[in-house]
C-alpha cells in the first residue's frame, strides 16, 4: 500500500452495544470542561450507564470522554477516548489526535492536583499482543504514589501498569471524581 492509503479517520464496523467505551460516550453528553456540571446533575449520573459498571466521567467534549477506571491501578486511574470508535491510536482522526494530545496535559494535571500525587504514568496500547483489553483506543493516566519505600517488589510490579488491579470504591469514586472536574475546569 501507499502512503496516500492511509486513513487516520479509518471507521470499523462494530456492534457499539458491545464496545462498553462506545455505550459510555453514547449515554454521556459533551459539556464545557471549563465550567462542568454539578455533581447531583443528571448528565454526570454514574448509574445511567447500568446495569453495566457505574461510570464517572470526568471530561466530555464533542470529540472524547475521559472517566475514572473501573480497576484502577490507583486512586484517581483515568481513561481518555474517543467518542467514535477507533480500535488503535492510528484509526484516530487527526482532530481527535489534537484533542487527545492536549486534553491528556489537562488530565494529567487536574489528576495530580485531584489526588496530590505528582507522579504518574500516561499508557496507551494498542492491540491485544500490546495487553490492550478493549479494542477502543485509549490512554491511561495513572497517579503513581511513592512505592519504593514500601519494598521493591512492589515498586517493579506496578511501574509500568502491572500489578493489583481492584475494584472501584463507588462510594469514593463520585467525590473524587468531582474533584478531577473541578481540578480540570482551574486548569483550563
Avoid at 455505550?23 to 453495566?52: G, K, M
Avoid at 472517566?67 to 491501578?73: H, R, S
Avoid at 519494598?151 to 501498569?161: D, K, L, N, P, Y
Wanted: glycine content about 6%; proline content about 10%.
Amino acid at each position: 500500500t501507499t502512503s496516500s492509503s492511509f486513513d487516520p479517520g479509518t471507521h470499523h464496523e462494530h456492534d457499539v452495544a458491545s464496545c462498553p467505551f462506545c455505550r459510555i460516550a453514547a449515554i454521556y453528553a459533551p459539556y464545557d470542561p471549563a465550567d462542568p456540571p454539578p455533581s447531583e446533575a443528571e448528565a454526570l449520573n454514574p448509574e445511567a450507564s447500568a446495569p453495566n459498571p457505574s461510570t464517572f466521567v470526568v471530561l466530555s467534549t464533542p470529540l472524547l470522554i475521559a472517566f475514572l477506571d473501573i480497576m484502577p491501578l490507583s486512586s484517581g486511574h483515568v481513561l481518555l477516548c474517543p467518542r467514535e470508535h477507533r480500535p488503535k491510536l492510528t484509526d484516530s482522526t487527526p482532530a481527535e489526535a489534537a484533542e487527545m494530545g492536549g486534553y491528556l496535559r489537562v488530565l494529567s494535571a487536574a489528576v495530580a492536583k485531584a489526588t496530590g500525587v505528582t507522579d504518574w504514568n500516561v499508557v496507551q496500547n494498542n492491540g491485544a499482543a500490546a495487553a490492550q483489553v478493549v479494542p477502543h483506543m485509549h490512554f491511561h493516566v495513572i497517579p503513581r504514589p511513592e512505592l519504593r519505600a514500601k519494598g521493591s517488589e512492589r515498586f517493579t510490579a506496578t511501574m509500568f501498569g502491572r500489578g493489583q488491579r481492584d475494584d472501584l470504591d463507588e462510594e469514593e469514586a463520585g467525590p473524587l471524581a468531582e474533584r478531577i472536574r473541578e481540578a480540570v475546569a482551574e486548569v483550563l
